[in-house]
T-cell receptor, first 113, second 117 residues
Framework: AQTVTQSQPEMSVQEAETVTLSCTYDTSENNYYLFWYKQPPSRQMILVIRQEAYKQQNATENRFSVNFQKAAKSFSLKISDSQLGDTAMYFCACNNAGNMLTFGGGTRLMVKP | DTGVSQDPRHKITKRGQNVTFRCDPISEHNRLYWYRQTLGQGPEFLTYFQNEAQLEKSRLLSDRFSAERPKGSFSTLEIQRTEQGDSAMYLC???????????????FGEGSRLTVL
């Protein structure tokens, strides 16, 4: 069984500043993917960034980057130059060999002008 | 392709009634998933299909719940004798299996919100 834990229910950040969202996970799989999904208010969930567990290099997508610590089973998301449109629920997720995603409880991020 | 679509977007029903939700995945995706999400929580896995075969079901999927994907394309999720605790957002997602070149990413629909009075 997989578990994903997000210890920060809510976070806030000033526009243009940097914020880091935390995530820890546990899995018995040797090969797996980790994801951060964004769910804006009343809108569908979209992928922010993906990390393949066998790759040591941290994934980066424009203003979004991760800090993947495989031994510690930690997968944090850093958002640089925060924008008002980044306001959303953020979910960390881990998949298994069957592509079934297990989600954390989410972090509500508020970007303040 | 316009992505994963779900119907209806909102459903209000009385306790004890049956409801059915439909999901149309991205056409080339062979995997289809159902998740349930309650307010302020992360999605919880219910079941998934590869083509028309239902490969895994969560313990959350009681015998009042049934899902089908008869031709390996669209899927339906039926809830019989609804209870107030069934009130939630029901999310559908699709993906391409990794052996077929997928990356593990799930593409989600906008969800079907169920309110049981």
């Amino acid at each position: 069984a997989q578990t994903v834990t997000q210890s920060q229910p809510e976070m806030s950040v000033q526009e243009a500043e940097t914020v880091t969202l935390s995530c820890t996970y546990d899995t018995s799989e040797n090969n797996y993917y980790l994801f951060w999904y964004k769910q804006p208010p009343s809108r569908q969930m979209i992928l922010v960034i993906r990390q393949e567990a066998y790759k040591q290099q941290n994934a980066t997508e424009n203003r979004f980057s991760v800090n993947f610590q495989k031994a510690a089973k930690s997968f944090s998301l850093k958002i640089s130059d925060s924008q008002l449109g980044d306001t959303a629920m953020y979910f960390c997720a881990c998949n298994n060999a069957g592509n079934m995603l297990t989600f954390g409880g989410g972090t509500r991020l508020m970007v303040k002008p | 392709d316009t992505g994963v679509s779900q119907d209806p977007r909102h459903k209000i029903t009385k306790r004890g009634q049956n409801v059915t939700f439909r999901c149309d995945p991205i056409s080339e995706h062979n995997r289809l998933y159902w998740y349930r999400q309650t307010l302020g929580q992360g999605p919880e896995f219910l079941t998934y299909f590869q083509n028309e075969a239902q490969l895994e079901k969560s313990r959350l999927l009681s015998d009042r719940f049934s899902a089908e994907r008869p031709k390996g394309s669209f899927s339906t999720l039926e809830i019989q004798r609804t209870e107030q605790g069934d009130s939630a957002m029901y999310l559908c997602a699709s993906s391409l299996a990794q052996l077929a070149g997928g990356t593990g990413e799930l593409f989600f629909g906008e969800g079907s919100r169920l309110t049981v009075l």
